[in-house]
Each structure stands twice: as C-alpha cells, then as structure tokens.
C-alpha cells in the first residue's frame, strides 16, 4: 500500500486496526489518509475501486476524536469510541451537547469522564472528501469558539469518515517518528545558529501545518537572506573561501505532484518565488491570492500547506548543513571537554 501524497486516498487496507510503518505509509508528522474497505466473496479489484470511486449521493458518518494535546502512536484503529477521546471540557457523564448552524447539525460526546471527547456528523455527499468538508464547515467554528469562550486547548486528534453504503472507512493520520540511535559523540553547536535550530525544534512540535511552515520558513529567512550576506563578507575580509550556496530542491518519496515541477531548481529560486511568494505571503498578510481572509480551518488551505511542508523542512536542512560548514572555516567553535 502506497499514499503518495499528505491528504490523498490510495490504497487498501483490509483491516480495521494497523501497526503504522512511516516508512510504508507516509512522511512521518505530515498528515495522510489511510482508506479500509470491504471485500467480500467473490470480490474483484475492479468492483472493489467502483466502490471507491462512486460519486453518487449517499449516507456519510463523520466522528472526530478530541484530545488535550497532539500524540503520535505507532498503533493506529481505524475506528475509535468516545471513551478514547478527551479534552478539558466538562459537562455530565450522561450528557451531550447538541449544536446546529448553517442547515448542518451535529453532537458532541462525552467519555466516562464527563469530558467531551468525539463530536458526530451526519451528512449525505458524493464521496468521503466531500463529507469531510462538510463536516468541516460545520464543526471547525464551533470547536474554535469552544476553545476561545473557555480558553483552552483543544486538538482533533483523529477524523473518521464512514461510507454507510459501502461500508469504507477513511481515516485521516500522522505517520510517526522513528526511534533512532543518538550517537555519543561530541557536537560542537554554533552561537550564530542555536536560533535556528530552536526554531526548527518548534516546527517538529507544531501540531498546525501553518505554524510548521512559518518555522521552517523564518529559518530559511535567516539563513539565505540575513546570514548569507554577512557571513560571507566576513570570510571575504579574513581571506577565506567560501563555498557557494548551490543547494537544489531535492526529491523524495509521497512528494506532492504539483511540487515535482521544482525538483532540481535552486533552492534560493525557490524560496523567493514560491515560498515566499505563494506562502510566507498569505500568513504575513492573513490573506489569499484574492485578498480574501486566510481561512485556517478551510481543507484546501490546510492541504496545500500540508504538502509544502515537508520539502521546506528538507531546504532547512540543507540550509543550515551549509552554514554549519561555512561558519566551521569562518568562526570556527573551539572544542572543549571539562
């Protein structure tokens, strides 16, 4: 099974529960979705994607799970009660709280706990994306205006939409981090970068990918546009080489295909003409291309910077890689054991 790209849907799974594998499913911390169907005897692949790719109007059911804070487990159901959600809401155990606007309706559930934990959608739409956004639009204010008016935190930690008709479930999840060794050998950190790499540490833990570009994209900022010109003149008044910054954009595996046109261009083109341009702008300004308000809940919105987000980590990198090395000849750390 292959998901080639954050929020796109490929792929079967035929089971309700899996052991998530970053490397099988996706980048791990950008969002994906995971899509389990049916097969039944007799089934065919060809009636299994005639499913699948069914547009007619139907009977979708959308379950959010809540959480306090954002966690990334290796054990992923696709399915989830509402005794596994929780927030800091509170209301009776027995309890829900109904909520209705713009013609959509939905309810929030509490665990046994008395904290709501899973909010319900009904909707009829053509196909699982659909129902998403509907579900969107009609819950996202709601849980917003929860988290303002009471002044706490509250994540969707899962979304879960059920195809009554078929019986598919598509499920939305973070492919997690692997475990790896950390070596014990001595790092010598640069001063002049150790705001580069607290800025990248908030990207990792950013939950939003709009707070997880702006990160990456203000390290980028520093380096190829504030840094660059400095450090150089430095090198140039010490007598010293530098090597040139000619970093590409580079390729990986699940990248996006509207991404793929800038795989080889360098990397500094890149950064002014699309991330800044098509990115960094809208956040800076709170507004699209049109003028129109950012909408940070809007599934288009969340999507484009999903998949953008990973191939500036990936620049960031490179970036710092560099500078790590110039700054070793320039102003090199003197390495110290007491």
């Given at each position: 099974m ?15 529960s ?13 969002p994906?979705?995971l899509?389990?169907?049916p ?5 065919s692949?060809?009636?299994?994607l005639a499913?699948l790719?069914?547009?007619?109007l ?26 596994e ?21 939905f ?6 706990k008395?904290h ?5 959608f009904?909707c ?18 709601s ?8 002044n ?46 607290a800025?990248y ?36 008044a ?9 970093a ?11 991404l ?14 699309v ?13 699209n ?17 999903s ?32």
């Amino acid at each position: 099974m292959t998901i080639p790209h954050p929020l796109s849907v490929k792929g079967l799974v035929l089971a309700n529960s899996v052991t998530v594998d970053a490397n099988l499913i996706g980048v791990p911390g950008v969002p994906c979705t995971l899509v389990a169907t049916p097969r039944q005897e007799g089934d065919s692949e060809g009636a299994i994607l005639a499913r699948l790719h069914d547009t007619s109007l139907r009977k979708f059911k959308v379950f959010a799970r809540l959480a306090r804070n954002y966690q990334i487990s290796n054990e992923f159901s696709l399915n989830f009660t509402k005794d596994e959600g929780d927030s800091f809401f509170v209301l009776a155990p027995e309890g829900f709280l109904s909520v209705s606007g713009d013609g959509h309706f939905f309810r929030y559930l509490t665990n046994e706990k008395g904290h709501l934990s899973m909010i319900e959608f009904e909707c009829e739409a053509t196909s699982s994306v659909a129902a998403r956004a509907q579900f969107h639009e009609a819950a996202a204010a709601s849980v917003d205006h929860l988290s303002y008016a009471m002044n706490l935190p509250v994540v969707l930690a899962q979304i879960t939409i059920v195809d009554t008709k078929h019986g598919i479930t598509t499920a939305e999840l973070i492919p997690p981090y692997p475990a790896k060794q950390l070596s014990l050998s001595v790092s010598k950190i640069h001063p002049t970068l150790a705001p580069a790499y607290a800025m990248y540490r908030e990207a990792k833990n950013a939950g939003s990918p709009f707070y997880r570009f702006f990160c990456l994209y203000k390290i980028l900022e520093g380096l190829l546009v504030f840094l660059r010109g400095e450090l150089y003149e430095k090198a140039k008044a010490k007598q010293i080489n530098l090597p040139k910054f000619t970093a590409k954009v580079p390729a990986y595996e699940h990248m996006a295909d509207e991404l793929q046109q800038y795989v080889g261009k360098p990397m500094h083109k890149f950064f002014e003409e699309v991330l800044q341009t098509n990115f960094r702008n809208s956040l800076a300004h709170f507004a699209n291309d049109t003028g129109a308000a950012l909408d940070v809940n809007g599934l288009q919105e969340i999507e484009r910077y999903s998949k953008v987000v990973h191939l500036t980590d990936l620049c960031c990198r490179e970036a710092i890689a560099h500078f790590e090395s110039c700054l070793a000849l320039v102003d090199p750390v003197p390495l110290t054991n007491d």
